[in-house]
């Protein structure tokens, strides 16, 4: 039976599709428990080890819930902050560029889905 590589569920998972890659069957499951999806890949001859790739999530950056300015230390959320231009994406991080409204700051705000990177402030210029 096929364990789920992200909650370790090995019962029954339903099966959405199945498709050849080069020497590869593909079986492409939904797990019932935690919805996660993964390819199980089997070598139909069996020389090749089968093995198991996580799909990946959909999950969006989320802003934080407290942006704080690095110029003058005020915090609030975003909807307080002027944002001057389109969000826009740099390598894995998402990217505004935020005005603050008591200093007039400029600095890009950085974020991510990836738990081990943090977001991080970069002061830009201070308007007078
Ligand atoms: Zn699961
Ligand atoms: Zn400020």
């Known amino acids: ?16 599709k199945t498709w ?6 593909v079986y492409l499951y939904e797990c019932p428990q935690c919805k996660g999806r993964f390819r199980y890949q089997v070598d139909p ?3 090749k080890k089968s093995y198991v790739i996580r799909l990946g999530s959909k999950k969006k950056a989320q802003v ?6 690095p110029f003058c230390g005020f915090e ?4 307080e902050f002027k944002e001057l231009r389109e969000p826009w994406s740099y390598s894995f991080y998402e990217v505004r560029r935020l005005e ?3 200093c007039k700051g400029v600095f890009n705000y950085y974020y991510t889905t990836r738990v081990f990177h943090r977001e991080i402030s970069v002061p830009r210029s201070r308007l007078k």
């Not at 789920?4 to 029954?12: A, T």
């Not at 050849?20 to 069957?25: D, E, M, T, V």
């Not at 934080?64 to 300015?69: E, G, M, N, Q, Y």
């Not at 609030?76 to 909807?79: C, D, M």
């Open 1 to 16: 039976m096929v364990r789920c590589p992200y909650c370790g569920f090995d019962g029954e998972h339903s099966l959405l």
């Open 20 to 25: 050849r890659y080069s020497w590869w069957n």
């Open 45 to 47: 001859e069996g020389k």
């Open 64 to 69: 934080s819930k407290v942006i704080k300015c």
């Open 76 to 79: 609030s959320g975003l909807n």
């Open 100 to 102: 603050c409204p008591k």
